[in-house]
């Protein structure tokens, strides 16, 4: 129950997610807006100390998906885990 | 008995280059000109075309020149990451044909080409040193043209009372455009009395050759008493204004990057001191000084602008 019940409120952002900023508004940009310096921080962080193609690779397609995508994802997780989890009847 | 002191600019009669040897120089510069046609190919084949140019001693830096390959493989641009080995990834930036845009509170707008600027401004060699916000150092031998030599061309209006630089941004052959929530075009700016000053220089080449891609080429700019991230690279527009530019870094990371960002050792980054630097190249470790040795060209500007934000 309490696995469904995080997979809906991770849904329940993505939705609000999806109506406050549109469909297309990369997550990035949401992570920008809430806080620019630690974006930039992160991509120092990878390009210098680890490598650059992990975040042309990885981490700009990522954070270039729509913002509501990461929460679904994620909700979807939790919705997978309850229902591989045995019943307790 | 009266003691002379010199001034930072002046040097010894034995060094002064000999007579022969300067309008030989003039000689190549216009063996220069006559090759830049051949530009484009050299360019494409990943090779630079020569730009000699006189040097002027005037702005003798007091170190050694950093060595080319130093300074053409460790580089900030950040429209290619923010890591220092963008080189490679830089030269697919094309180079040509390449104009610049000079409007805004101008009376008369125009766009230069490339071509047009490496033929008709007054280019000669300048020995900067170029101080990183990152606490780092080079030396480098640019070749240019003083900015008040081009907004002589267009006339800035009376009320002009900031110039606005403007980096290239080519989503195809830059990757860090992909990062689509940064505010591009790279903007960056000084105030029409920092542009007017003599120090303020457009750069088209480096180490007697025309700029590397990598280096902000083909056009840049470079005012050596500030951090580096003030000097835009691979310029397309410069608009002169009355009202002040937010530039990139500022609207990124206000509380670490401002308008001003003189070089002051004794003003700490936030995360770091700025008291000294890294020299690329030995990697020795050497004192940062205020206006990065500038200040008898520069400190008046300042005078009176005591409530700014000079030194970030």
Known sequence: ????????????????????????????????????????????????????????????PLLNTPAWVLPALIGACFLLAASLRPGRG | MPIRIPRGWEIPESRVTPEHLVFGRRKAIGLGAAIF?????????????????????????GRDITAEREAT?????????????????????????????????????????I???????????????????EAWSMVVPWTGFPLSALLGVVKPLASARYVVFE?????????????????????????????????????????????????GGPIRFHQPWKYGFKAGKSLVRITLTDRRPVSFWERIQPQEYGFWANVNPEVSHPRWSQASERVIGTNERIPTRLFN????????????????????
């Not at chain 2, 963008?86 to 008369?108: D, F, H, N």
Request: proline content about 7%.
């Open chain 2, 115 to 133: 071509e047009d600027l490496l033929t008709t401004m007054p280019l000669e060699e300048r020995v900067y040193r170029l101080r990183c916000v």
């Open chain 1, 1 to 60: 129950m309490v696995l469904k019940t995080v997979a809906l409120l991770f849904f329940a952002s993505a939705l609000m997610l999806a109506l406050t900023l549109g469909a297309w508004w990369p997550l990035g940009a949401l992570l920008f807006r809430i806080n620019p310096a630690a974006l930039n921080s992160l991509q120092a962080g990878v390009q210098r100390y680890l490598f650059p193609e992990l975040w042309d690779g990885l981490f700009v």
């Open chain 2, 167 to 215: 980096t290239a941004a080519i989503p195809s052959v830059m990757p860090g455009l992909r990062q689509s929530w940064y505010p591009w075009p790279y903007i960056e700016g000084c105030t029409i009395a920092e542009a007017a000053n003599e120090l303020s220089f457009m750069v088209v080449g480096a180490y007697g050759k025309q700029l590397a891609p990598q280096n």
């Open chain 2, 37 to 61: 046609g051949a530009a484009p190919a050299a360019l494409a084949q990943g090779t630079l075309a020569p730009l000699p140019a006189m040097r002027n001693t005037r702005y003798a830096p």
């Open chain 2, 293 to 312: 040795g500038y200040g008898d060209f520069v400190a008046d500007l300042y005078t009176g602008l005591g409530n700014e934000r000079l030194w970030a």
């Open chain 2, 73 to 113: 493989t460790f580089n900030n641009f950040y429209e290619f990451g923010s890591h220092k080995t963008i080189s490679r990834e830089a030269q697919r930036l094309p180079q040509r044909p390449w104009t610049v845009k000079v409007e805004g509170m101008v009376e008369t707008p125009r766009e230069f080409g």
